[in-house]
């Protein structure tokens, strides 16, 4: 199995930028069906991007043309590029590993945005 620890998070202001990255270790990261989920306060969790084991990439709607989901797997690692930045992009954002049907989940990090 995978393990999964995600960085980057913050406080930003509105129409700003913030890069979240997701460390994976434990098992053959390259195999693995990746994605970022948020979770908003009072919300429940909800995809953001993914990115197949093959590199293809997928966006929800309200993030389309601000966000960039991106892999390295060499490095191991998922990156998440946020740029122009809305508060209700606030929210607890999720790394998840997807192979065989099973679903990995790092601890979440904290992604504010605020004036």
């Known amino acids: 199995q995978v393990q999964l620890v995600e960085s980057g998070g913050g406080l930003v202001q509105p129409g700003g930028s913030l890069s979240l990255s997701c460390a994976a270790s434990?098992?053959?990261?390259?195999?693995?069906?990746m994605a970022w989920y948020r979770q908003a306060p009072g919300k429940q969790r909800e995809l953001v991007a993914r990115?197949?084991?093959?590199?293809?990439?997928d966006y929800a709607d309200s993030v389309k043309g601000r966000f960039t989901i991106s892999r390295d797997n060499a490095k191991n690692a998922l990156y998440l590029q946020m740029t122009f930045l809305k508060p209700e992009d606030t929210a607890v954002y999720y790394c998840?590993?997807?192979?065989?049907?099973?679903?990995?989940w790092g601890q979440g990090t904290q992604v504010t945005v605020s004036s």
């Open positions: 998840n590993g997807n192979r065989a049907g099973w679903d990995y």
């Open positions: 434990g098992s053959i990261f390259r195999l693995y069906n």
């Open positions: 990115i197949s084991n093959g590199g293809v990439t």
